[in-house]
């Protein structure tokens, strides 16, 4: 678990102080069209798949890693079954809220994986 927390925290600082690079890749996903979508989707999947497979815990902090996992495999099959909905998503989001929306999610991934590897430290020792 203390893996998982230490990378989402890093992508959640990512997030929080690269906005313009993740913006940047999203305007190049939403240029890919559907293949785009279906690339963010197969991402998602692979992260949150292993995390759904072998991390089942629905009490405690830990709850946190399941949760995340779940909505990653939700994310990877919206964008693998409605490729369509996710593209519109991606071209009608203005760049302002798009970069609201990646610093707000930021944050949350830096407090989850933060509140994670305490919890995750505290059991070790």
Known sequence: MVIVAVL?????LSQLCATERWQT??????HQGPLGVRLNGLVSLAIGGPIVLVHN???GPAVLLTLFGWMLVLESA???LFPGAGL?????I?????ARILQFTG????????VLV???TRAAG
């Open 78 to 80: 919206l964008c693998l």
């Open 25 to 30: 890749y999203y305007r190049w996903l939403a």
């Open 107 to 114: 944050l949350i991934l830096v407090v989850v994986g933060g």
């Open 118 to 120: 305490l919890t995750a």
């Open 94 to 98: 203005e760049e302002a809220t798009r």
């Open 8 to 12: 989402i925290t890093v992508v959640g």
């Open 57 to 59: 815990v629905w009490s």
């Open 88 to 92: 519109a998503g991606l071209i009608e």
